[in-house]
């Protein structure tokens, strides 16, 4: 990594030695002295420890000396449906957002770099990497609530879907003309036959005073029309009751219900919406008998948000907290890769008449390849060590789809769990899954020092 | 950001006005993408904040956004009960007592450390030191389980200082690591003539490699009290009563829908000092991040 500006120099062979005079310590004393504290902590909160999960791991659930119980906890790990579960859904972050992540990085890098208030953009992409993981699990969880009045995320599907299917003006309501009856798709017909000059009745009940739509005035029954279909369709309800079927005072017309007119073999031959007073009128209808409806996008639900934080989506929707998480720290490594990239090496390209994206394509990535690595191995190291977003964000009942391995590491030992030999055998498999990712890492550390 | 620099821009002398619109143009869909993808990524913590500072009655029926259309509703309330809740100061104050105490060792401990692994010459230096560095790997679950015991016999189970000894250990692989690698970098000759002077090797690390080694030093202190800060499995574990503030907003997340007006406020508190830290010392802030890739 030589974009930082603090990596150093190749290390010097060897250090002057310290003069051994009078009054000094020898070589050990002075080494001690400045490694002991040191060496005392890496010693008694990692090195044992590592050494004594890792035997622990072949005891069993509680106790320890006399309870050998050899590979029996990593066999569990591998048969307990919800280990499996958190094995599965690390592989799938391991196989998302690694990706991801380094390729959002990428495009975020590449358009700022040429940008002149890139600063602005880049400290707000960068912020949520200040923040801690866990109050990013709470921010999302207000973000992803499932009611659209109330969850950000949903708020905006329910616009985008009302542009595409907008919802009904009648969410709720049921018939109250006798012979109105409801279809499998949804629509009302008539079963009464009407004719040209005839006149529909489309009576509807079961509407909440407050889903009545706010136009809604008296509603009349228009006078019949020589070679017309009319008719209205109303709220039949007034206060006290009313009579079924009858259009009276005091009760309102539907507007913007769209009804059909339907064929005797039940084709729509045409299609109007209510009046405010709820009247309507299919006009120059030729011979036959027809059946009048309401069509069923009237009824239609208003989109009602998607369950980000049910079973279902609890994956896609922590991978995506995750992402927004993670994309300004590959932003900023590979933005100072970017930056320390030989102009002169582009610009010969450009001078050769390579196109931009030629010059993208064949000259930057491949001399970035060494930072973009560096992001997707660390990220693969993030993942499969996520903890504290899942933990915060995904709500308990969705723990079991949601798991992954150190949160079942985590539930397996502690809070109950309390098994302290499967949870070091899942100890210990995650420290075998990030070795030789990490081990990677550092090799290429030993090649820049 | 502090790391990248500017490109380069080579001004073309022929260039006029109407180029210039038209170079604008061109460019236009850019700035407008990164208006769009700037606002999502501010949207979640904006919408963080908004609801902090809503009554719980109205958060019920309708989202932080009603905040736009009727700006009255917002107060102050939440927070004023917050500062009088005596589970969150007390939370606060050991969070501030983890990070703190861990970062000053982290940093004093990892110092001396990589001075030793710089400058100073023992036998087995360099195998102790790649010793130090394999342990880089090591993740922190692997201590849970035997310090979660060793804790309950020591005394040191649900103490501040628990929690910031481990932090302290585990952050300390690559605290030497970064270290070493500055001082060994540090000019040569001033150590020396230091050490023909008579300068000993305590007086020398003070006076000398302390102050020459402050970027890196700073670098790593803030990584480490951020990390640290913003930290909750190790206190989830190590701790009972005695916990950091993202702890106090876990136990009162089961009940989400109805203290939203306690969990959003208290998240939002919990993320003021970093992001204070991160403003005033970003360019450091950005240095530890580019040479702590390996973390």
């Known amino acids: 990594m030589t974009a930082g500006g603090i990596t150093a120099e190749p290390p010097v062979a060897a250090a002057p030695p310290p003069a051994a005079g009078p009054g000094r310590l020898g070589k050990y004393g002075t080494g001690a002295i400045f490694l002991g504290p040191a060496l005392f902590l890496l010693g008694v909160w990692m090195v044992y420890p590592a050494v004594y999960t890792i035997v622990r791991s072949f005891f069993g659930e509680h106790g320890f000396i006399g309870t050998w119980v050899g590979i029996d906890n990593y066999k569990t790990l591998f048969t307990t449906s919800t280990l499996l579960t958190a094995i599965k859904n690390n592989a799938i972050w391991v196989a998302v957002v690694p990706a991801l992540v380094t390729a959002i990085g990428l495009i975020f890098a590449v358009l700022t770099e040429r940008v002149r208030w890139a600063v602005a953009f880049k400290t707000v992409v960068f912020l949520p990497m200040a923040i801690s993981a866990f109050a990013t699990g709470v921010t999302w969880r207000i973000m992803y609530q499932q009611d659209p009045g109330l969850g950000a995320v949903n708020a905006l599907g329910k616009t985008i879907s009302g542009v595409f299917s907008p919802a009904g003006v009648l969410s709720q309501a049921s018939p109250s003309t006798p012979g109105l009856q409801t279809t499998s798709s949804g629509a009302l017909v008539l079963k009464t036959a009407t004719h040209p000059g005839g006149i529909v009745l489309l009576g509807l009940t079961g509407i909440a005073p407050d889903q009545v739509p706010k136009s809604a005035v008296q509603a009349v029954t228009p006078p019949p029309k020589p070679g017309d279909v009319v008719g209205t369709v109303w709220r039949d309800f007034k206060p006290g009751g009313g009579k079924v079927g009858v259009v009276e005072k005091q009760e309102l017309g539907l507007p913007g219900v769209t009804v059909e007119l339907r064929d005797a073999a039940g084709k729509t031959v045409q299609s109007t919406t209510s009046k405010p007073d709820g009247s309507f009128d299919f006009s120059k209808v030729s011979q036959g008998t027809y059946h009048a409806a309401i069509g069923a996008q009237t009824f239609a639900k208003p989109f009602g948000g998607y369950a980000w934080l049910g079973p279902n989506l609890i994956v896609p929707s922590l991978l995506i907290a995750y992402i927004w998480i993670w994309a300004g720290f590959a932003m900023v490594v590979i933005g100072a890769g970017l930056a320390a990239m030989p102009r002169d090496v582009l610009e010969a390209a450009r001078t050769d008449g390579a196109t931009e994206w030629q010059t993208f394509r064949r000259v930057t990535i491949p001399l970035l390849m060494p930072v973009l690595s560096v992001v997707f191995v660390t990220m693969i190291i993030n993942v499969l060590k996520v903890f504290d977003i899942v933990y915060a964000l995904a709500p308990q009942s969705e723990y079991a789809k949601a798991n992954v391995i150190a949160l079942a590491m985590y539930f397996t030992a502690f809070q109950g769990g309390g098994n302290f030999g499967v949870g070091s055998a899942i100890a210990v498999f995650l420290f075998i899954l990030v070795v030789p990712v990490l081990a990677l890492n550092i090799r290429r550390f030993r090649r820049d020092m | ?295």
């Open chain 2, 1 to 295: 950001m502090a790391a990248a620099a500017p490109a380069v821009e080579i001004p073309d002398p022929q260039d006029r006005v109407a180029a210039k619109v038209l170079r604008f143009a061109a460019r236009a869909p850019i700035h407008l993408m990164l208006i769009v993808l700037g606002g999502l990524w501010l949207v979640p913590t904006i919408g963080l904040f908004l609801t902090s500072i809503l009554p719980a009655s109205n958060l019920a029926s309708k989202g932080w956004w009603q905040i736009f259309t009727k700006p009255s509703v917002a107060t102050w309330s939440n927070y004023d009960a917050l500062f009088h809740n005596h589970g969150l100061i007390t939370a606060l104050k050991t969070t501030a007592y983890i990070a703190v105490g861990n970062t000053l060792l982290v940093v004093i401990v990892g110092a001396m450390a990589g001075y030793a692994f710089a400058w100073l010459d023992f036998p087995g230096r360099d195998w102790v030191f790649i010793g130090v560095i394999g342990l880089l790997v090591v993740p922190l679950q692997m201590a849970l389980i035997p310090m979660f015991r060793l804790y309950d016999t020591f005394g040191l189970f649900d103490t501040w200082y628990g929690i910031a000894l481990f932090h302290a250990a585990f952050g300390l692989p690559f605290a030497i690591f970064l270290l070493r690698n500055f001082f060994v970098g540090l000019p040569k000759d001033i150590l020396e003539s230091a050490r023909i002077d008579g300068a000993g090797e305590i007086k020398i690390f003070v006076r000398l490699i302390l102050p020459l080694g402050l970027p890196a030093i700073a670098s790593l202190a803030i990584f480490q009290f951020l990390w640290t800060w913003n930290d909750l499995l190790v206190a989830l574990t190590f701790g009972q009563n005695t916990t950091p503030i993202t702890v106090w907003i876990a136990g009162q997340l089961r009940e989400f829908g109805t203290s939203i007006d306690i969990i959003a406020p208290a998240s939002f508190i919990s993320l003021v000092i970093p992001l204070c830290v991160f403003f005033a010392f970003q360019r450091y802030f950005v240095q530890g991040l580019l040479a702590g890739s390996v973390k």
